[in-house]
């Protein structure tokens, strides 16, 4: 196989998406997604039960629709990427199960990658020149975290995360509350559209001093985010209107709750890539979507005079080709692939970028 | 002679590789864990095609439980024969997992003229299904509390799980029988002799027996505040 850029099929089943995406080196040749989102509407989230039952149903003819995009045969490909974690587990287990499968018929090696990781990864498709060390924020509906990537393949810290909810539940269970729909993002971006963010002050979490701290001597909670408070707030303003037998203004308090939402993540994401000396921040996961977030977040990276990297929104929701890219950087560095026996882990820490055999 | 692979992951992983004409099992291997199918299943079946020179591509076909069973290690199984399938270009045969159970009971000789077979559905429930002795399927599958279960002579793990249960109501659980589980070497020879009859076992979709649980919340339900 080249090394340099060795053809890689990647396997996303994290969530609710099935994603099946063939690199070769940082060229993206396919991205084939079956999503069951449709599904989860009615539930107003993600039902784990119903995202395992579909990616059974999807990973083969989505595996079929990569390979026909891609015009390449199963031998064509040098190595194949699947995400072992974290995410729901009974999800996972379908993908892993699948590439593993995927592997041993095709007699290609295996790797067991970070799915947080991958979503950084994406960020090497489509040209883009991405700096040593970089700093990335991931906002989705399951994860809101800050990171320092010293090394795509060897070298990735946690700078901060939710203690809690990560953005996008806050986005889908405040849309919940307002009668807006599901996935909240888009119903909340929507009816913001019209309202006044400055209309009522929600808060900020994890933003006093006393979770901060200063640069010099940090708080635990510096760079850590919080939506909980912030949900009970837009709970208690709605249920203010609704005693008071007033009409709730659901313009202005959608775009209140996205201003307080999208005002931490991006201070707080500035501060710790200024603090940590990243001049490069890449935005990722689905949340990235969001036109006031990447609207502020550009303004505030600007004045501190941070590169912000946004890839293209279809390789930011989660997706097989981010899997596929991190693979290839897998291989190309040369990094042992992880065997056919590993477990997968539904919480794996961002420093685990890959599996290796034996864990 | 042509071989199948069959594969059941609707208790524990269990894997065998079976000669398509005489039925013999060529060799086998099954996890004493259940909750480790993800592990297992593909170094189980890399071991057994490496230790006897088999080529997945010349399969005469494969074999693959479809439950019923405990949802999450079912899809592991099923997703990995189709994948199977798919790369070695072989067909891919679902068949219902509680027939490997009630092979082994005619396997082990003097079956009853009926009999019930059982597995651990938990959440305090068995699947099961009701057959004759000459393997003829009854009843079921079913997924019920091990109670409203027919007063008479039970096989398999889930006879084990509720024998106090069983025994009450007069049933007779099998003690001999009280670690038997779907077994790839006993799912085999049904799903020969379905395939000798003509039979079309192209559908492997799982045998779930019960909803995904999903409630659809109050919150949903309200078309406005
Ligand atoms: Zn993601």
């Known amino acids: 196989m080249s090394l340099t850029e060795p053809i890689v099929l990647g396997i996303e089943s994290s969530c609710d998406e099935t994603g099946v995406g063939i690199v070769r080196g940082n060229k993206l040749l396919a991205n084939a997604v079956s999503s069951s989102m449709d599904e989860h509407v009615r539930f107003g989230g993600v039902i784990p039960e119903i995202a395992a039952r579909a990616h059974l149903e999807a990973f083969v003819p989505t595996l079929q629709q990569a390979l026909d995009t891609a015009k390449l045969t199963l031998d064509d490909i040098d190595a194949i ?32 990658i970070n799915h947080l990781v991958a979503h950084v990864g994406v960020g090497v498709l489509e040209g883009t020149v991405l700096p040593p060390t970089f700093g990335a924020l991931l906002v989705s509906g399951g994860h809101t975290e800050i990171l320092k990537v010293t090394s795509l393949t060897n070298d990735v810290q946690l700078l901060g995360s939710t203690i809690d909810d990560a953005a996008g539940e806050a986005y889908d269970k405040t849309a919940r509350l307002l009668g807006l729909g599901y996935p909240g993002g888009p119903a909340i971006e929507k009816a913001a559209k019209e309202g006044d963010r400055k209309a009522f002050r929600f808060p900020r979490g994890l933003a006093l001093p006393k979770f901060v701290g200063t640069a010099d001597n940090p708080g635990k909670n510096r760079h850590n985010f919080s939506f909980s408070g912030l949900k009970t707030a837009v709970a208690r303003c709605v249920e203010h209107f609704q005693a008071n037998g007033e009409e709730i203004p659901v313009a202005d308090i959608a775009a209140s709750f996205q ?62 080709g981010m899997v596929a890219a991190l693979g290839a950087q897998l291989v190309a560095d040369g990094v042992a692939p992880s065997g056919l026996d590993f477990a997968t882990d539904s919480s794996q820490p961002v420093t685990n970028i890959v599996l290796q055999s034996g864990n | 002679m042509t071989n199948y692979l069959v594969i059941d992951t609707s208790a524990h992983a269990s894997v065998a590789l079976i000669d398509s004409d005489s039925g013999n099992v060529i060799g086998e291997r099954t996890s004493p864990k259940g909750n480790d199918q993800t592990e297992t299943l593909s170094s189980y079946v890399k071991e057994l095609l490496d230790t006897h020179s088999q080529r997945g591509q010349d399969l005469a076909g494969i074999i693959v439980g479809v439950g019923p069973g405990p949802f999450t290690g079912l899809r592991v199984g099923l997703v990995a024969a189709r994948t199977f399938g798919f790369v070695w270009n072989v067909p891919v045969h679902g068949v219902m997992s509680l027939h490997a159970l009630a092979e082994r009971v005619i396997d082990a000789g003097d079956a009853p003229k009926e009999f019930l077979v059982a597995s651990d559905a938990r959440r305090k429930e068995v699947y099961w299904a009701r057959y004759n002795n000459t393997g003829v ?56 002799q379905l395939l000798g009859d003509g039979a079309d076992l192209s559908d492997t979709s799982p045998m779930y027996l019960r909803e995904s649980d999903a409630q659809v919340p109050a919150f949903m339900k309200k078309d406005k505040l």
């Open chain 2, 137 to 192: 399927l009854l009843d079921g599958p079913h997924v019920a509390a091990a109670s409203t279960l027919d007063a008479m002579p039970l096989y398999g793990v889930g006879a084990g799980i509720y024998a106090e249960v069983l025994r009450e109501l007069g049933a007779t659980p099998v003690e001999a029988s009280f670690d038997w589980i779907a077994d790839a070497r006993y799912l085999a020879p049904r799903a020969l």
């Open chain 1, 81 to 112: 990427a699947v995400t072992s974690g974290p995410g729901l587990a009974g999800a996972l287990m379908v993908g892993v199960s699948a590439a593993k499968a995927l592997a041993l018929a095709t007699d290609k090696p295996l790797y067991g």
């Open chain 1, 259 to 320: 201003e307080a939402v999208v005002d931490v993540i991006t201070s707080k994401a500035v501060r710790a890539a200024k603090e940590h000396g990243l001049k490069t921040l890449l935005l990722g996961g689905g949340v990235a979507a969001n036109t006031r977030l990447r609207e502020l977040l550009a303004a505030r990276c600007a004045s501190a005079g941070i590169n912000l990297v946004v890839p293209p929104f279809a390789l930011c929701t989660d997706n097989g």
